[in-house]
């Protein structure tokens, strides 16, 4: 079993530059190859990492030093570019989605089986240590159980455009498939299998090209359901996400995309509290209503609810983002190499993630109303 893994990156973008650094923090990884249509772009990238470039990413899928392609090219590249590394024996993580269709995930996932090799999607929200913490709180009904929740990703356009293949649903899947695969994938790990019950797309006035810029979902789930929404309209300073999951007694909001803040609001009894303290350490209190008495009683959903401090908590903070962010596709990479490794290894992320994230995306993006 070899010691070190030999990563071979396609697609040279902002992104892979970034998951690059992240991924050689850990010990014994290499960048061997780096491939990209854009030669500059590539050659760059290659130098600074000091790997060998190649113009044509099915070159680089013969270079026998390489155990595993990372993918990160446009979403109509993925499908295609996956099959081919995988058949050319190199396991693969690949940038979300897994390709356009819920039909060329379940293929990939067979093929890898077959091949026994590592095929995963970056779905990396679930390495997050705020994703744990939340996923903690509704397994042991801290706040008792969900009821409703919200994702609204008020996201920038400044970078994307008329041209940028964002725009072009041959290219990208829209904005259910390439961006919302994410948030469903997270809520999925945290409420369990949902069906989407509503959907809607909505075209921005253009003359050149036909865009949707703004997408909804609904979202059933076990007890409650979930609305989704993503909009592309604004400049990068005003880009803004929130999500926040209710419960019956109190709630839960996060902060951005990548959430490194969390509000906590409720009723709880003294050892709710504790479970809180022994799940995520020091906490700001915002507010506190402590009783000296056994319980205060209030009433919800015709049921008494016994309760010893009613708290609004914060932790977290919003500089901590490049630092998590990084962090997550370390973790990621780590689990999935322990995977390789050892295939009893139970991954956070596997290939059914890549299979039901886009089925959900998918099926919004069929039953959207365009407006």
């Known amino acids: 079993m070899k010691n070190e893994l030999a990563i071979g990156i396609i697609g040279a973008g902002g992104f892979a530059v970034f998951a690059a650094t992240a991924f050689l923090k850990l010990k014994d990884i290499k960048i061997a190859a780096i491939s990209d249509i854009d030669e500059q772009a590539g050659q760059t990238l290659a130098a600074e990492l000091n790997a060998k470039f190649y113009s044509d990413y099915r070159e680089l899928l013969t270079d026998i030093r390489i155990d595993l392609v990372y993918i990160a090219t446009p979403p109509f590249l993925h499908f295609e570019i996956s099959k081919k590394a995988l058949l050319a024996g190199n396991h693969v993580i690949c940038e979300k989605p897994a390709g356009l269709k819920t039909s060329e995930a379940e293929e990939l996932k067979i093929l890898a089986a077959t091949l026994k090799l590592l095929y995963v999607v970056n779905l990396m929200q679930r390495y997050n240590p705020l994703y744990k913490v939340v996923k903690s709180i509704i397994q042991e009904k801290i706040l008792g159980n969900f009821l409703h929740g919200f994702f609204e990703n008020y996201a920038s356009d400044e970078n994307l455009n008329e041209e940028h293949w964002f725009w072009d649903e041959t290219k990208s899947g829209g904005i259910f498939i390439e961006h919302g695969v994410h948030f469903f994938d997270m809520f999925s790990g945290w409420l369990g299998n949902g069906k989407v019950i509503n959907a809607l797309q909505i075209q921005r006035e253009n003359d050149k090209a036909v865009i949707f810029d703004r997408a909804q979902a609904t979202v059933s789930y076990e007890g409650g359901i979930v609305n989704f929404y993503h909009g592309f309209d604004q400049p990068k300073i005003l880009d803004r996400q929130e999500m926040r999951l209710e419960f019956e007694r109190g709630d839960i909001t996060l902060y951005g995309w990548i959430p490194v803040g969390m509000k906590l609001h409720g009723l709880l009894k003294k050892e709710q509290l504790k479970m809180l303290h022994d799940l995520i350490g020091s ?82 993006k069929k039953i959207a109303q365009k407006l």
């Open 283 to 364: 906490f700001s209190i915002v507010e506190h209503d402590h009783t000296n008495e056994p319980y205060k009683k209030v009433r919800g959903r015709f049921l008494d609810i016994m309760y010893n401090d009613h708290v609004t908590i914060e932790w977290g903070s919003s500089l901590e983002k490049e630092n998590r962010y990084q962090q997550m596709l370390t973790d990621m990479l780590w689990d999935q190499w322990s995977w390789i490794r050892d295939k009893d290894h139970i991954r956070s992320v596997n290939d059914d993630n890549a299979v039901e994230s886009i089925r959900m995306a998918e099926h919004a």
